[in-house]
């Protein structure tokens, strides 16, 4: 497969599983929002604080106000991460790869584009419950991910698209649970407490986990969250999940046994979900869950990088090969 080719089909599943979380983050936060007591104001930097976007929000805004934060995080096209930025340009890489779509794909996917983009003109982000708005984004991105399961032959494309779709939730979910850090309680003796569950409650909502938590962990304890997303080995969402899922994804582009690794990409991740594998829920509390997210995005990322150099910056690597050759 080109490399070029290769590229977009990988983008396109990365920026459509962003546009999807996204929606996922801002709806969940708006229920939470609701749920709070009455004389708790509401907190919308920690989505802004997770997302990774703190820097480019605060260089244009001056609070942390609801539709401020929703217009940056679903309809701002100057900021590259969000929903109408995702979308669009999971179009775009579609509209270069056109042949390699199936019909039912790309209609969906260019519905979901017009969906996004007139809501924008009716500006959404001002009304006062927008959450039919990100229940319907979730529902078409599903919709074709659906559609793709049903239709696509598992080929590299395949692949390469479930590749992307996998690395870009493992991050998702990582920053999902980091939306709890930065979210303030009213004060220290409150951690435990019935509004530190609603919290915990909320983070497992936003990842559809919630009924699946409780029939396999019972009541909520931190531990017992921060164990089922980050390390559960059958969740879906969870980022051991998928992580091994993007491994095996790299094994059957390189056409591997799974034996050992063949590239650095290969390399990365098996060494990632390995740690993922033996590490311990106690180790993580202990050492700070913070810190351990922000290692293991960074580790994400490195893996990313390592894909892209590995199979999308081919013409380097034919340079470098002639120069040898020399």
């Known amino acids: 497969m080109l490399s070029r080719v290769a590229n977009s089909i990988y983008w396109l599943g990365r920026y459509m599983e962003r546009a999807e979380n996204y929606a996922r983050f801002i709806n969940v936060n708006f229920n939470l929002m609701l749920d709070l ?20 929000y605060t260089s244009r805004n001056n609070s942390y106000k609801m539709k401020e934060v929703i217009y940056f995080l679903a309809f701002d096209h100057s900021n590259p991460n ?11 890489n579609a509209r270069m790869i056109r042949e390699n779509l199936t019909k039912e794909t790309w209609e969906k996917l260019n519905e979901t584009y017009h969906f996004v983009n007139k809501a924008s003109e009716s500006k ?21 991910y659906g559609l793709a399961d049903n239709t696509v032959a598992r080929t590299e494309g395949w692949y390469f698209r479930q590749l992307g779709q996998y690395l870009e939730r493992a991050d998702k979910t990582s920053r999902i649970l980091d939306v709890k850090y930065h979210i303030l309680l009213p004060s220290a003796e409150e951690v435990g407490s019935p509004l530190d569950f609603l ?3 909320a983070l497992l909502k936003s990842v559809t986990a919630f009924n699946t938590y409780r029939r396999l962990y019972g009541n909520i304890s931190p531990s017992g969250v921060v164990e ?17 899922e993007a491994e095996q994804c790299l094994y ?38 913070h810190e351990y997210i922000e290692q293991l ?8 990088n390592k894909i892209n150099d590995n199979y999308f910056q081919i013409k380097d690597n034919f340079a470098s090969q002639t120069m040898d050759q020399e």
């Open 37 to 56: 007591p009455p004389d708790l104001k509401e907190q919308w930097e920690p989505l802004i604080m997770a997302t990774g976007d703190h820097e480019l």
């Open 82 to 92: 969000s929903i109408i930025s995702s979308v669009s340009q999971a179009r775009e």
């Open 124 to 144: 959404v982000w001002k009304k006062e419950d927008p959450r039919d708005f990100f229940e319907e984004v979730k529902s078409k991105i599903l919709l074709l």
């Open 199 to 201: 919290h915990w409650m």
């Open 228 to 244: 089922f997303l980050v390390l559960n080995k059958f969740f879906p969402r969870s980022v051991f999940f998928c992580l091994k």
């Open 252 to 289: 059957k582009i390189s056409k591997s046994n799974g034996e050992g690794y063949s590239n650095s990409a290969e390399k990365a991740m098996g060494e990632l979900r390995s740690k993922l594998e033996f590490d311990d829920v106690n180790d993580i509390i202990s050492s700070g869950l």
């Open 297 to 304: 995005q960074i580790k994400i990322n490195n893996v990313s």
